[in-house]
C-alpha cells in the first residue's frame, strides 16, 4: 500500500521553464490537495480537488495550474517558473477531514 | 481573515519533559481541529478534535479543544529524542476543504 507518491522528489529549474509534479494516491481518497511549505509559513494551500472533474483555488494559486485526471491523480503545473516558486511541495488526499501526505517534492527555481 | 497561531515557535527540553504545545485559531464556522507532526518529510496524522472539552490520548500525547476560549493544546509527557519534530496544528472550516495551518512549533529533545 503506497499511500500517497509524488514524483520528482527534487527539482532545478531555470525561471521561465515549466514542469509538472505528478501526485497519485491508492485510497480511493475523493479529495486530494497540493500545498507548499517555505520556512516560516507552515503549509500554504496552493489548489484542492474536492472529486474527480472539480478543482478550486486555495490561498496561494498564482502562477499555478492543476488537472485532476482521475480519481488517483492529482498533477500540478508551473508554467513559467519563478524564484519565488522555490519550495517544498506536498501533495495530500482525505476522504474525511484527515489528509494524507506525499514525501514532498523538493523544487529549486535559479 | 482566517488564521491559525502556534505557539512557541521552537522549544528545547530534555529528555523526560513534559511540553505543552499551544494553537489558538481564529476561524469562522468551525469544524474540526488536527494536529500532525512533521520530521523530516511529510507531516503525519496525530489527532481530530471536532468536540470541546473531549481529550484525544495516545500513548504518551494528549490533546484537548476549547471551542468557547478557540484554542487546543498538545501535551507529550515524558519526552524523547524520537519526538523531535515539527507539530503543526490545522483548523477546517465548515463547508469547505480549505484547510488553514499554522506555522507549527518545532520541538527540540535532548538526551
Known amino acids: 500500500n503506497a499511500g500517497v507518491t509524488q514524483t520528482p522528489k527534487f527539482q532545478v529549474l531555470k525561471t521561465g521553464q515549466s514542469m509538472t509534479l505528478q501526485c497519485a494516491q491508492d485510497?480511493?481518497?475523493?479529495?486530494m490537495y497540493w500545498y507548499r511549505q517555505d520556512p516560516g509559513m507552515g503549509l500554504r494551500l496552493i489548489y484542492y480537488?474536492?472529486?474527480?472533474?472539480?478543482?478550486d483555488k486555495g490561498e496561494v494559486p498564482n502562477g499555478y495550474n492543476v488537472s485532476r485526471l482521475n480519481k488517483r491523480e492529482f498533477s500540478l503545473r508551473l508554467e513559467s517558473a519563478a524564484p519565488s516558486q522555490t519550495s517544498v511541495y506536498f501533495c495530500a488526499s482525505s476522504v474525511t477531514e484527515t489528509q494524507y501526505f506525499g514525501p514532498g517534492t523538493r523544487l529549486l527555481v535559479l | 481573515e482566517d488564521k491559525v497561531v502556534q505557539s512557541p515557535l521552537s522549544l528545547v527540553v530534555h529528555e523526560g519533559d513534559t511540553v505543552t504545545l499551544n494553537c489558538s485559531y481564529e476561524?469562522?464556522?468551525?469544524?474540526?481541529l488536527l494536529w500532525y507532526k512533521q520530521e523530516k518529510k511529510a507531516p503525519t496524522f496525530l489527532f481530530m478534535l471536532?468536540?470541546?472539552?473531549i481529550e484525544k490520548k495516545s500513548g504518551r500525547l494528549s490533546s484537548i479543544l476549547d471551542k468557547k476560549e478557540l484554542f487546543s493544546i498538545l501535551n507529550i509527557t515524558a519526552t524523547q529524542t524520537g519526538d523531535s519534530a515539527v507539530y503543526l496544528c490545522?483548523?477546517?472550516?465548515?463547508?469547505?476543504?480549505?484547510?488553514?495551518f499554522g506555522t507549527g512549533t518545532r520541538l527540540k529533545v535532548l538526551a
Open positions: 471536532t468536540s470541546s472539552g
Open positions: 490545522a483548523v477546517v472550516p465548515s463547508g469547505t476543504y480549505k484547510y488553514i
Open positions: 476561524v469562522t464556522n468551525f469544524r474540526s
Open positions: 480537488s474536492a472529486s474527480e472533474g472539480t478543482t
Open positions: 485510497m480511493n481518497h475523493n479529495s
